[in-house]
């Protein structure tokens, strides 16, 4: 395996329990040897839960699955393993997901649907389908609420495992929101090849939390890349455990929801940061501002643009201020952008403007931004108000030393 | 610079002289030092001219200038350098194309306009325009026909000139196409950072010329990829003298013209292939063919899904016979494909149909096909009959070398 991230946190978080879950991790050789490679968690009767998954036209197994439970609308179980991701397995991959469903189910005492099954790894492998099932009793007798074993479980590639919180209130309740995540590479929007889970106390039905997460999701997970490439098992799944006992909550409108919104971006922000964090190579964390667009959606797809070259990779890789690259990146977005107007700050100081390099630019102190590890990129396209963030990291051998060796 | 590509061909082909067409190449210093870089070329009068030019909303001054050249219908002249593309370089970016198709328009006795320009290099600094006008006299007084130096004129992170030609016949008149290209990164669809100009001594007037290109265009320069990258400088310009007194042709369906066309097409494949072959950091050529998608774009855009996936590319370079990367990448393209009946080969044996892979796979022969320098790879998504064929190569550590460390 690759050593850890440069651009890894120090240690795992401290992260708060959730009321209403339970859980336990461990080594199940799937495909990898001697990791902790199975989750499996029981949730609270009454969980709500909400989704959003790749958009993959080859989505894998469990994706079709999770559809399905979501449209039941009570959620009891989640089972995840690491290693082979059930993808393109055709019949058999539908079969071992079945198989994980319904094991967990007869554990739990409740219907196979309401059991979300999520798997990482390789594609197009038949998955060893008893070696999950036949250890969910053991797991079961397991249950408890470590959260870096969980995020340990779900890990491919990763060189670090990823959790957040936060606490927020709904009609004066305290909520605890907690997440885990995976992905390294293949990280793209429309989502990466990422799994996430959060879990809530929160009490609130499904049709308000699938709006609050699809929205959270845009603004987090889907305004990430790392090397523009889309998975088959791309899945986010927000469960509710309802033991908090906050006030009934109806409408997604309600306003006593907006520090639960507000919380759950930031656990969403922090998890997809984290992501990039652990890009497959990365060296460098990129934050990539874009304003003046025609509008909001427009922004992205520039700051996208900009964001999936390997040529703005490669050179922030290389520590070189090549805005000329910016430039480039921002022109073949096929976006709206003056380029008469354009706008180019990095780190704070001004590189372009007005179709040029700034009057007397000193690239020193922009070199010595582009040394550290958090890049910073401002661009103005000079059309409109649309804004967008999005987040990259840089483009690297590494990146290329773990994709050109391990099958993914 | 680096080292020779290992897809290069062993040496420039022999290429036919075109009449009508006098050119000679220099060493100008314009920001290379000790290289040819700056190509100066001549044609008769009643030379008409069709132009490709890229898309990117950022495009260089030189661009502009040659769009407006197009409209005025004849073609006297063409100055080009490299190492500075004049983007993104405002107003004097703009006085500079000025200055050298005046100068040049001066020596060749015709107006600006019928002078074309087209710059490569590097992005927003300010091209030291009289280094190349103080060449031109000198450059005039060499003229003649060696298209190994033309070719080598128009390279940046080439490692080797590019040329290809064709002998056809328009009415029985035997007709002569004769091309060079450059571009090896920042390149893909909707052009490349490419400058290709293909010469004819046909006599075929600008509006049949341009349909034609077009059309050739699609599926040659515009079927491959090296990086997804698109420049603000990418340029095809083909000249058709009108010396070999071929009978009139005024309409772009005239059955008289099929042989041409298709000798254009393979003088463009042939290039494209080139540039391809001189990806940066390549080592393998990779063909991709598609079928079965819905239509012939949606082949198309699947087909560069696959070609431009970094997981793709990596896992060639590795010679990893990866199939499961390009499942993901035929499903993130967003063009319908059936997961259950997507057939995938490699190196012509099957790997994987009806939504898994083969019964008795046996990866060995496919593994010795991955070893080779050609990889073919064809994928079928059995929803309809569009079909389309795409190139690209292989993503490697060469790449990241040449691209964060060279500034272009």
Excluded at 16 to 42: H, Q, W
């Amino acid at each position: 395996m690759p050593e850890k991230s440069p651009l890894a946190p120090e240690k795992f978080p401290d992260l708060p329990a959730i009321k209403g879950l339970e859980m336990a991790a461990g080594v199940c050789n799937v495909r990898y040897v001697n990791k902790t490679d199975v989750l499996f968690a029981s949730f609270a009767p009454g969980t709500t839960a909400a989704g959003v998954f790749t958009k993959s036209k080859t989505a894998a197994a469990p994706i079709d699955w999770c559809r399905k439970c979501l449209e039941g609308g009570e959620a009891r179980g989640l089972v995840v393993n690491s290693g082979n991701a059930n993808a393109f397995t055709g019949r058999a991959g539908v079969e071992a997901v079945e198989a994980m469903a319904s094991t967990a189910a007869g554990l739990l005492g409740c219907a196979s649907e309401d059991i979300f099954i999520a798997q990482t790894g390789v594609i197009g492998e038949p998955v060893a389908v008893d070696k999950i099932t036949e250890n969910l009793p053991g797991l079961q007798a397991q249950f408890a609420q470590d959260w870096e074993s969980a995020a340990d479980a779900i890990m491919t590639t990763d060189t670090f495992p990823k959790g957040a919180a936060a606490v927020t209130e709904i009609n004066g309740t305290e909520i605890t929101i907690t997440g885990i995540a995976k992905g390294s590479g293949m990280i793209a929007p429309d989502m990466a090849t990422m799994l996430a889970f959060i879990f809530t106390d929160a009490k609130l039905p499904a049709d308000v939390l699938q709006p609050i997460l699809a929205d959270v999701t845009n603004k987090s997970f889907n305004a990430i890349t790392v090397d523009s490439d889309t998975s088959t098992s791309d899945t986010l799944i927000l469960f509710a455990t309802g033991q908090a006992g906050n006030g009934e909550i109806t409408s997604v409108d309600d306003p006593e929801l907006e520090a639960f919104k507000m919380a759950l971006g930031l656990v969403c922000v922090d998890l997809a940061h984290q992501i990039v964090r652990d890009g497959e190579g990365a060296t460098k964390f990129v934050e990539i501002q874009l304003t003046g667009a025609e509008d909001d959606a427009a922004a992205k797809t520039i700051g996208l643009s900009i964001a999936n070259s390997p040529l703005v990779k490669t050179a922030i890789a290389g520590e070189d201020a090549n805005w000329g690259r910016i430039v480039a990146a921002v022109g073949k977005s096929g976006e709206a952008a003056d380029r008469d107007k354009l706008r180019i700050t990095i780190g704070g100081i001004d590189v372009a403007r007005d179709g040029g390099v700034v009057p007397g630019y000193d690239e020193a102190p922009v070199a010595e931004h582009m040394k550290g590890q958090n890049i910073l990129i401002e661009v103005d396209v000079g059309v409109g108000q649309g804004r967008a963030t999005v987040w990259t990291c840089d483009l690297t051998h590494g990146y290329i030393s773990i994709n050109a060796d391990y099958r993914s």
